[in-house]
C-alpha cells in the first residue's frame, strides 16, 4: 500500500541531509531515502571546509572579504561560465549557511584557503580536520534528534508525476521489492556521476582510464531520474579532475594541504606551477609532465597545521626522511635539483613572492623543518560540474524554464552553478545552500503555505 509524506528526500549526502532538516522544521513530514547501505554520500569525503565570504568567523579573525570578490573569482575559475543568477544566490547566502550550521552545533570556525581565491574564505572544523566526516555526522545528530526516518538500501527508481506535477516516487528496496511512496514534493540530492565511467566516457571520451575519488553511488541516477520527467541539463561535459589524487586506492589529497603551505615537485626535482592555481589548469599540468604524476612535497611545520596529513601517513601514502637530500634518494630524485627547489621556494616565502610560477597565497613558511615528507599523485575524477538546471528556489526547470511542479534539485545533481571549473570548497557551500533552499521550498509547497 502506498506511504504518505510531504516531502521525500532522495540521498543522504550534505544537501539531502540540510533539505530535510529545513523541511521537517518548516513542518513537513519527511522521509529519507538513500540506496547505500551507509549515510553521507560523496560528501562524507569532502576535504577541504566550505567557502563563505563576510561571515562572523572572518569577522573574528580580522580577515577582510567581500561577497562581490567571492563571486568575480568563482566565475573566473568557472571560466565564465556559472549561470549568474545561481551564483549571485550562492554567494548572497554563503554566510547564513554557515550559522546555519552553527545553530545545529556544526561549527566551522577554522578558515583555510584553496585553489583561484585570494582571501581565506574556506571554513573548517576547529580542529583542521577534514569536513566531510564533521559534516556528516553533524547532520545525522540533527536528523536523529528531530526523529526524521531513513530508509537505507533503497533506491528511488521514479520520480511519479500527474497532470505535469510529481505525486511522489517509485522505490525498490534490498530486497528487489517496489512500492510507492505519496508525496506533493521530492527533492532529488543524489548528487554527480563521477563513479559512472560510462556516463563520463559519453561526455569526455578522453578521460578513459582515469581513477576517480568518489563513492560508488555517484552514478547520476538522479539526473536521469528528473531526465525522464522533463527536466533539462547543461554543462554536462564540464568534468572536474583534482590534481592530488593517490593513485593505488583512488584516495584524495586534500587541497588543504597546498593550502596549508605543501608544493609540487617534478620527479626531475622541480616545481613546475603555482600550485594554488585552479584544479583544471594544476591537473593539466601534470598531465604534461613526462611521467603524468608528480609529488606533494611538505616538510614538518605543513604537517603539524593539518591533521589530513597524519591520516595520509598512517594510510601509508607518505614517504618521509630526515633531510631534504635524504628524501630525493627515496623519490629516486636528483638530490641537487630537489635541494635547489626547496632553496628556490623558500627565498620566494622569505619576500613573500614566486618569482618563478606566481603563486600568490598559501606561501605560509619555508619549507626548511625536517622530517621532510612527500607523497605520489595524479589527477582523478572528482566532480561533476554538469546536471540538471534549477531556478534559485531550487526548483527543477524543463527546457522551456518552467518550473516541474513538486520536482527540487540540490547539490551536485544540479547544473551550472560552477561552470566550467569547481572552486575547492564550493561544493560544500553549494549542498548546504540549496539543500537548505530545497528543503524550505519543497515543505512550502506540499504543505500550501
Ligand atoms: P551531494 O554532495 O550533492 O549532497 P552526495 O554524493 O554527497 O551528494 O550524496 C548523494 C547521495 O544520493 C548518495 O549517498 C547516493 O548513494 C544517493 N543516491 C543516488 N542515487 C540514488 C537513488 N536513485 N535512490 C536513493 N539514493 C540515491
Redesign the pocket.
Known sequence: APVNYDVVV???????LAAAIQAHDDGARVVI????PT??????KASVGMNAAETRYQKLKGIEDSKELFYEETLKGGKFKNNPVLLREFVEQAPEAIEWLAAKEIELCDITITGGMSIDRTHRPEDRSAVGGFLISGLVKNVNQRNIEVLLE????EILVENGAVTGVK?VDEYNDSRIINAKSVIV????FSANREMVVKYRPELDGFVTT??K???G??IA?LQHIGADTVDMGEIQIHPTVEQTTSYLISEAMRGGGAILVSQAGKRFYNEMETRDKVSAEIIALPEKSAWIVFDEQVRANNKAADEYIAKGFVISAPTPHELAVKLNMDQEALQTTLGRYNEFVAKQDDEDFGRKTALRHPLNKGPYFAIRIAPGVHHTMGGVTINTDTAVLDAQKAVIPGAWG????VGGIHGANRIGGN?VA??IIF?IKAGHNAAKLALGH
Open positions: 532522495v540521498g543522504t549526502g550534505g544537501a539531502g531515502i538513500e540506496k547505500m549515510i553521507g554520500g560523496n560528501t562524507i533503497t533506491s528511488v527508481a522505490v540530492a543524489t548528487g554527480g568518489n563513492h553511488g555517484a552514478t541516477s538522479g531520474m540540490a547539490g551536485e545533481v561544493a553549494d549542498i539543500g
